[in-house]
């Protein structure tokens, strides 16, 4: 919005030019308080018409496969990923109908400690697959704490149809427990999977996995 200002003309004379100069200054303050005001308004407005989950969406960074992806409070990168037909875990073996696909990470974090939380895999046509829980939490990444400085690596687990797997994403957070912070970084990494590279991982899976691995 513009204001516009009126200033009065004041015959000449010393007195005269200084009252004009006090008018002007305040004239100038008073369109900067108003124009602050309206700003604060139109600020508060949208607040009220946002909804709760576009107050809280995170802020995404993005990267491909094996880049750094600084998020500010946490860097990670994405090193590889792995398919198998089951995963072993001490004495139990578990089987899938689809696929395994695990996804190895190393991450930092740049001020404090922190947690990732469990990832989400996102398919070329939206459909998104949490991380699996028939591998247990102390498996994976999410275990770990990330250090400031300190690269830590780790692996994630998903159980997917392998027709998930061309085009999809995997979205990193942090896990902060129950409180919820507007604008938390995550990172969105793409797998670099096209059709041709999704059927060729998905055609040569490792019979089985183990967790035993470092």
């Known amino acids: 919005m513009t204001v516009t200002q009126q200033r009065s003309t004041v015959a000449p004379g010393r007195r005269s030019r200084r009252a004009g100069r006090g008018q002007g200054i305040g004239a100038r303050l008073l369109s900067v308080i108003v124009g602050l005001v309206l700003l604060g308004g139109a600020v508060w407005l949208q607040t009220l018409h946002m ?57 930092r974090s740049s001020l404090k400690p922190y947690h990732l939380a469990q990832p989400v895999l996102l398919t070329a046509d939206g459909k998104r697959f949490d991380a699996t829980d028939r591998v247990n939490n102390d498996l994976t990444m999410a275990m770990s704490w990330m250090q400031p400085d300190i690269w830590r690596s780790g692996r994630f687990f998903f159980e997917v149809p392998p027709s998930a797997l061309p085009g999809a994403h995997v979205e990193f957070g942090l896990n902060e427990g129950f409180v919820v912070e507007p604008y938390q970084p995550e990172v969105e990494v793409d797998l670099g999977l096209d059709d041709e590279g999704a059927r060729k991982l998905v055609a040569s899976p490792q019979d089985v996995y183990s967790t035993d691995k470092k």
Do not use: H, W
Not at 60 to 84: C, N, P, Q, W
């Open 51 to 107: 909804t709760e989950g576009e107050i809280s969406d995170p802020l995404t960074y993005t990267g491909a496969k094996g880049e750094i992806v600084d998020a500010r409070r946490f860097s990670l990168r994405l090193d590889s990923i792995v398919a198998a037909k089951s995963i072993q875990s001490s004495m139990t073996t578990i089987g899938t109908d689809g696929v395994f696909l695990i996804v190895n990470v190393s991450a």
